[in-house]
Protein backbone atom coordinates (compact mmCIF):
# COMPACT_ATOMS: atom_id res chain seq x y z
CA UNK A 1 0.00 0.00 0.00
CA UNK A 2 0.51 3.97 0.14
CA UNK A 3 1.82 5.73 3.11
CA UNK A 4 3.57 9.03 3.93
CA UNK A 5 6.29 8.90 5.98
CA UNK A 6 8.26 11.41 7.73
CA UNK A 7 10.37 11.99 5.00
CA UNK A 8 9.09 10.17 1.77
CA UNK A 9 6.02 8.59 1.24
CA UNK A 10 6.48 4.98 0.26
CA UNK A 11 5.03 2.44 -1.85
CA UNK A 12 5.40 -1.32 -0.92
CA UNK A 13 4.65 -3.85 -3.73
CA UNK A 14 5.30 -7.37 -4.12
CA UNK A 15 7.64 -8.54 -7.14
CA UNK A 16 5.65 -9.02 -10.70
CA UNK A 17 3.07 -6.62 -9.39
CA UNK A 18 2.34 -3.42 -11.86
CA UNK A 19 3.55 0.08 -9.61
CA UNK A 20 2.05 3.01 -10.05
CA UNK A 21 3.75 6.03 -8.75
CA UNK A 22 1.99 9.80 -8.64
CA UNK A 23 2.61 13.12 -8.83
CA UNK A 24 0.67 16.67 -8.98
CA UNK A 25 2.33 19.34 -10.17
CA UNK A 26 1.02 23.42 -9.63
CA UNK A 27 2.19 25.02 -12.67
CA UNK A 28 -0.02 25.50 -15.45
CA UNK A 29 2.59 26.67 -17.75
CA UNK A 30 4.47 23.47 -17.26
CA UNK A 31 4.96 22.02 -20.71
CA UNK A 32 7.98 19.07 -20.38
CA UNK A 33 7.99 16.62 -17.42
CA UNK A 34 9.97 13.81 -16.53
CA UNK A 35 10.86 10.73 -14.07
CA UNK A 36 13.77 9.89 -12.52
CA UNK A 37 14.94 6.92 -10.26
CA UNK A 38 17.22 7.72 -7.90
CA UNK A 39 18.76 4.47 -6.15
CA UNK A 40 20.68 4.06 -2.87
CA UNK A 41 24.16 5.87 -3.09
CA UNK A 42 23.52 7.45 -6.71
CA UNK A 43 22.59 10.12 -8.65
CA UNK A 44 18.95 10.87 -10.07
CA UNK A 45 18.51 8.76 -13.30
CA UNK A 46 16.55 10.18 -16.69
CA UNK A 47 13.79 7.01 -16.93
CA UNK A 48 10.93 9.14 -18.99
CA UNK A 49 9.52 11.92 -20.22
CA UNK A 50 6.52 13.42 -21.68
CA UNK A 51 5.31 16.80 -23.28
CA UNK A 52 2.61 18.39 -22.87
CA UNK A 53 0.99 17.65 -25.85
CA UNK A 54 0.90 14.04 -25.29
CA UNK A 55 -1.41 12.35 -22.64
CA UNK A 56 0.37 9.05 -22.39
CA UNK A 57 3.99 8.08 -23.28
CA UNK A 58 5.23 4.13 -23.17
CA UNK A 59 8.62 2.83 -22.71
CA UNK A 60 10.19 -0.36 -21.49
CA UNK A 61 8.02 -1.73 -18.58
CA UNK A 62 7.33 1.82 -18.19
CA UNK A 63 4.40 3.91 -18.93
CA UNK A 64 3.62 7.98 -18.41
CA UNK A 65 0.18 9.37 -18.22
CA UNK A 66 -0.11 12.99 -18.20
CA UNK A 67 -3.43 14.68 -17.30
CA UNK A 68 -3.44 18.22 -17.57
CA UNK A 69 -6.91 19.26 -16.64
CA UNK A 70 -5.89 18.05 -13.17
CA UNK A 71 -2.12 18.71 -13.40
CA UNK A 72 -1.43 15.06 -12.56
CA UNK A 73 1.62 12.90 -13.67
CA UNK A 74 1.47 9.33 -13.13
CA UNK A 75 4.57 6.59 -13.73
CA UNK A 76 3.40 3.15 -14.12
CA UNK A 77 5.83 0.14 -13.83
CA UNK A 78 4.85 -2.85 -15.24
CA UNK A 79 6.03 -6.62 -13.40
CA UNK A 80 8.10 -5.03 -11.12
CA UNK A 81 11.06 -6.23 -9.86
CA UNK A 82 13.41 -5.82 -7.12
CA UNK A 83 15.72 -3.55 -9.18
CA UNK A 84 12.83 -1.13 -9.51
CA UNK A 85 13.53 -0.37 -5.80
CA UNK A 86 14.54 2.98 -5.46
CA UNK A 87 13.41 6.77 -4.65
CA UNK A 88 11.58 8.26 -8.21
CA UNK A 89 11.41 12.04 -8.42
CA UNK A 90 8.59 13.77 -10.77
CA UNK A 91 10.03 16.84 -12.41
CA UNK A 92 8.29 19.34 -14.62
CA UNK A 93 9.91 22.50 -16.78
CA UNK A 94 8.29 25.28 -18.54
CA UNK A 95 9.07 27.11 -22.07
CA UNK A 96 12.49 24.51 -22.87
CA UNK A 97 13.99 25.63 -19.37
CA UNK A 98 17.10 23.18 -18.21
CA UNK A 99 16.10 24.03 -14.62
CA UNK A 100 13.23 21.95 -13.69
CA UNK A 101 11.30 21.51 -10.57
CA UNK A 102 11.23 18.61 -8.81
CA UNK A 103 8.76 17.13 -7.20
CA UNK A 104 9.22 15.07 -3.66
CA UNK A 105 9.71 11.87 -4.36
CA UNK A 106 8.35 8.49 -3.68
CA UNK A 107 10.35 5.33 -2.33
CA UNK A 108 9.10 2.15 -4.06
CA UNK A 109 9.68 -1.05 -2.14
CA UNK A 110 9.44 -3.91 -4.42
CA UNK A 111 9.03 -6.90 -2.11
CA UNK A 112 10.53 -10.54 -3.35
CA UNK B 1 23.97 10.17 -22.23
CA UNK B 2 26.73 11.92 -19.98
CA UNK B 3 29.31 10.00 -17.84
CA UNK B 4 29.84 12.69 -15.06
CA UNK B 5 32.58 11.51 -12.52
CA UNK B 6 32.09 13.27 -9.27
CA UNK B 7 34.37 13.17 -5.83
CA UNK B 8 34.61 12.96 -3.16
CA UNK B 9 32.19 10.56 -2.83
CA UNK B 10 31.33 11.01 1.07
CA UNK B 11 32.97 13.32 3.07
CA UNK B 12 32.81 13.91 7.19
CA UNK B 13 33.86 17.35 8.35
CA UNK B 14 34.24 19.12 11.08
CA UNK B 15 32.06 22.24 11.90
CA UNK B 16 34.19 25.73 10.68
CA UNK B 17 35.97 24.09 7.81
CA UNK B 18 35.40 23.85 3.96
CA UNK B 19 35.25 21.12 1.44
CA UNK B 20 35.47 21.58 -2.21
CA UNK B 21 33.44 18.62 -4.41
CA UNK B 22 35.04 18.57 -7.98
CA UNK B 23 32.87 17.28 -11.16
CA UNK B 24 34.34 15.99 -14.40
CA UNK B 25 32.39 15.59 -17.35
CA UNK B 26 33.44 13.65 -20.62
CA UNK B 27 32.65 15.97 -22.91
CA UNK B 28 31.91 19.64 -23.34
CA UNK B 29 28.62 21.26 -21.53
CA UNK B 30 27.81 24.54 -21.59
CA UNK B 31 25.36 24.76 -18.58
CA UNK B 32 26.49 22.56 -15.20
CA UNK B 33 23.75 22.46 -12.39
CA UNK B 34 24.62 22.13 -8.30
CA UNK B 35 21.85 20.45 -6.44
CA UNK B 36 21.32 19.92 -2.81
CA UNK B 37 19.49 17.13 -1.32
CA UNK B 38 18.82 17.37 2.30
CA UNK B 39 17.78 13.66 3.48
CA UNK B 40 14.89 12.38 2.43
CA UNK B 41 14.14 15.43 0.45
CA UNK B 42 13.63 16.46 -3.13
CA UNK B 43 16.27 18.10 -5.08
CA UNK B 44 16.81 21.95 -4.29
CA UNK B 45 19.21 23.62 -7.19
CA UNK B 46 21.92 26.08 -5.51
CA UNK B 47 23.48 27.23 -8.69
CA UNK B 48 24.17 27.57 -12.12
CA UNK B 49 27.32 27.25 -13.86
CA UNK B 50 28.24 28.79 -17.17
CA UNK B 51 31.68 28.81 -18.34
CA UNK B 52 33.09 32.60 -18.78
CA UNK B 53 30.57 33.71 -16.23
CA UNK B 54 30.22 33.71 -12.49
CA UNK B 55 27.45 31.60 -11.52
CA UNK B 56 24.03 32.26 -10.88
CA UNK B 57 22.73 31.54 -7.30
CA UNK B 58 19.24 30.38 -6.27
CA UNK B 59 17.57 32.35 -3.97
CA UNK B 60 18.48 31.01 -0.12
CA UNK B 61 22.09 30.63 -1.74
CA UNK B 62 24.67 32.94 -1.92
CA UNK B 63 28.35 33.30 -3.41
CA UNK B 64 30.47 33.47 -0.08
CA UNK B 65 28.87 30.03 1.18
CA UNK B 66 28.37 28.36 -2.17
CA UNK B 67 31.70 29.54 -4.15
CA UNK B 68 31.80 27.55 -7.88
CA UNK B 69 34.30 27.28 -10.36
CA UNK B 70 33.58 26.56 -14.04
CA UNK B 71 37.13 27.25 -15.17
CA UNK B 72 36.27 25.03 -18.64
CA UNK B 73 33.68 23.01 -20.43
CA UNK B 74 33.85 19.56 -18.59
CA UNK B 75 35.10 21.09 -14.88
CA UNK B 76 33.43 22.25 -12.20
CA UNK B 77 33.76 22.98 -8.42
CA UNK B 78 31.68 23.83 -5.33
CA UNK B 79 33.05 24.92 -2.17
CA UNK B 80 30.82 24.60 0.87
CA UNK B 81 31.91 26.87 2.82
CA UNK B 82 32.39 26.99 7.05
CA UNK B 83 30.41 24.20 7.07
CA UNK B 84 27.53 23.70 9.88
CA UNK B 85 25.91 20.49 10.88
CA UNK B 86 22.41 22.07 9.08
CA UNK B 87 24.96 21.62 5.36
CA UNK B 88 24.85 18.07 5.68
CA UNK B 89 23.52 17.01 2.50
CA UNK B 90 23.62 15.16 -0.73
CA UNK B 91 25.48 17.32 -3.30
CA UNK B 92 24.52 16.57 -6.90
CA UNK B 93 26.40 17.97 -10.37
CA UNK B 94 24.34 17.85 -13.31
CA UNK B 95 24.60 18.66 -16.72
CA UNK B 96 22.19 19.22 -19.75
CA UNK B 97 23.27 16.91 -23.23
CA UNK B 98 21.47 16.88 -26.19
CA UNK B 99 18.12 18.57 -27.73
CA UNK B 100 15.94 18.34 -24.79
CA UNK B 101 15.61 19.49 -21.12
CA UNK B 102 16.71 16.57 -19.60
CA UNK B 103 19.71 16.28 -16.80
CA UNK B 104 22.11 14.12 -15.85
CA UNK B 105 23.56 13.50 -12.59
CA UNK B 106 26.46 12.82 -11.19
CA UNK B 107 26.56 10.08 -8.28
CA UNK B 108 26.33 12.98 -5.66
CA UNK B 109 28.97 13.53 -2.52
CA UNK B 110 27.37 12.63 0.70
CA UNK B 111 28.50 15.05 3.17
CA UNK B 112 28.27 14.95 7.11
CA UNK B 113 29.33 17.92 9.32
CA UNK B 114 29.79 17.20 13.02
Known amino acids: GESVGLHLPTLSVQEGDNSIINCAYS??????FIWYKQESGKGPQFIID?????DKRQGQRVTVLLNKTVKHLSLQIAATQPGDSAVYFC???????????FGRGTSLIVHP | SAVISQKPSRDICQRGTSLTIQCQVD?????MFWYRQQPGQSLTLIAT?????????ESGFVIDKFPISRPNLTFSTLTVSNMSPEDSSIYLC???????????FGSGTQLSVL
Open chain 2, 27 to 31: SQVTM
Open chain 2, 94 to 104: SVERGTNEKLF
Open chain 1, 50 to 54: IRSNM
Open chain 2, 49 to 57: ANQGSEATY
Open chain 1, 27 to 32: NSASDY
Open chain 1, 91 to 101: AESSGGSYIPT
